[in-house]
């Protein structure tokens, strides 16, 4: 099973940034996508941005021009730069990745990073 560990969350303050980071547990040589989501008391879990392999990336409406995804396929890690953070970006933020593994398909989770956007 492949396990993701994520860092970075915390408190901002509107307007502030953060960065969040997401690392696969072990070597998974074929990794097709790596995304962020987010849960917010009460919501349903929503996408936040993905990033496949080809480069290709896919942002939320509401967090265009404002969040960043990068990713280093060599070292199966992702991390989302946020900037001009809104209260309404309060959430826990889940980490996800989806590719083969020893012939196996996978799709996996991070345990969640709260960001909370108080003044």
């Known amino acids: 099973q492949v396990q993701l560990v994520e860092s970075g969350g915390g408190l901002v303050q509107p307007g502030g940034s953060l960065r969040i980071s997401c690392a696969a547990s072990k070597a998974v040589s074929s990794i097709y996508v790596m995304g962020w989501y987010r849960q917010a008391p009460g919501k349903q879990r929503e996408l936040v941005a993905t990033r496949s392999n080809g480069g290709a990336t896919n942002y939320a409406d509401s967090v265009k021009g404002r969040f960043t995804i990068s990713r280093d396929s060599a070292k199966n890690t992702v991390d989302l730069q946020m900037n001009s953070l809104k209260p309404e970006d309060t959430a826990v933020y889940y980490c996800?990745?989806?590719?083969?593994?020893?012939?196996?398909?996978?799709?996996?989770w991070g345990q969640g990073t709260q960001v909370t956007v108080s003044s």
């Open positions: 996800n990745a989806r590719g083969l593994y020893f012939g196996a398909d996978f799709d996996s």
